[in-house]
């Protein structure tokens, strides 16, 4: 029998990992991670909202541990989710788009969580990502995506450590999202109908730019916004309202849908333009993690044929990848892609495995 240690979020993903792992024969301790970062009163009221933070998600883990008859610990992370939200507040203030869940992935779940689980005496970690482990003949171990592609999680888990994937476990990954769910009305859970999260945790309202200014403080990011020909066609309160590929919420009236095609904080232009505009052929990407073999810095001499995603819900697209050194990688796509986005991650795939990834620059 291996002790687990299982990270409970609350919702419905975690709580049927925890019933899995315990059916598997592990010695299950159940875990949630607390970053103080509560959500107002009237959000926290929404009681099918799945979140994963909360102290009402916290209620749930600690109702679904005591079901199945798991030590429970409640861990004060507040201070490194504080790292989490300085980067996120960061990025949107330098015009780049940030990914919180996957750098709180990198840092927290699979960082601090590993430290807790070895002061335990615990081998391996667990969590209810959708995503799966395959032990190859050698003893390698590739992180693969979701058997549900629809709910498929690889892409945030990129930034793993390479020697800690011989110490997860995903139980959920194996199956699909429907059955998860019929597993968890079966066995009675409360939070089998719990709706999945898809917002960023610490943000309950997804008012952005409402977080990002009062985290930061008084700075003046205002300034025009501007067609890729340089024309004025209005003003904004502040680029950190924008991402790269945005249509909705420009406030300008040109007759035909226009989108944000980049953001220059040193001069706090928008620019702005129709979606051919968006495409690009190419990008460069920084801190690359890679979790096999032969994708460590080669000069640039390495050119690999894959896949790669730039967004979480984007399509994966046909490319080469060229290592350059420094942990950076260049991308070449085999066709345009479009909302390419500084900030976000472009994660590299052959077939159904993650190579490793890195952050648009």
Known sequence: MSRVILAMSGGVDSSVAA???REQGHEVI??????????????TAVCNRQGCCSAADAADARRVADRFHLPF???????????VVDYFVAQYTAGRTPNPCIVCNTWLKFG???EFADRLGAEFVATGHYARLVVGPGGDVALCRGLDSSKDQSYVLFGIPRPLLR?????????????????????GLHVAAKRDSQEICFVPDQDHARFVRQR??????????????????????GFERFTVGQRKGLRVALGQPRYVLRIEPETHRVVIGGHDELARNELTAADANWLVDGTTDGGGSDVIPLQVKIRYRSRPVD?????????????????PCFG???????????????????WIE
């Open 319 to 335: 490319a080469r990848v060229t290592r350059l050194p420094n942990q950076r990688f260049h991308v070449a796509f085999e066709q």
């Open 112 to 114: 601090r969580l590993f």
């Open 73 to 83: 610990y409640a861990v004060d992370f507040r201070r490194d989710f504080d790292r």
């Open 340 to 358: 390419v986005a500084p900030g976000q991650a472009a994660v590299c795939y052959q077939a159904d495995r993650v190579l490793g990834g890195g």
């Open 30 to 43: 159940g875990v949630f991670m607390r970053h103080g970062q509560e959500p107002p009163l009237a959000e």
């Open 19 to 21: 019933w899995l792992l």
């Open 216 to 237: 930061r403080g008084p700075l003046d990011t205002s300034g025009e916004i501007v067609t890729s020909d340089g024309r004025v066609v209005g003003r904004h309160d």
């Open 167 to 187: 110490r997860l476990l995903f139980p959920v990954g194996e199956h699909r999202k429907d059955k998860i769910r019929a597993i968890a009305e079966r066995l």
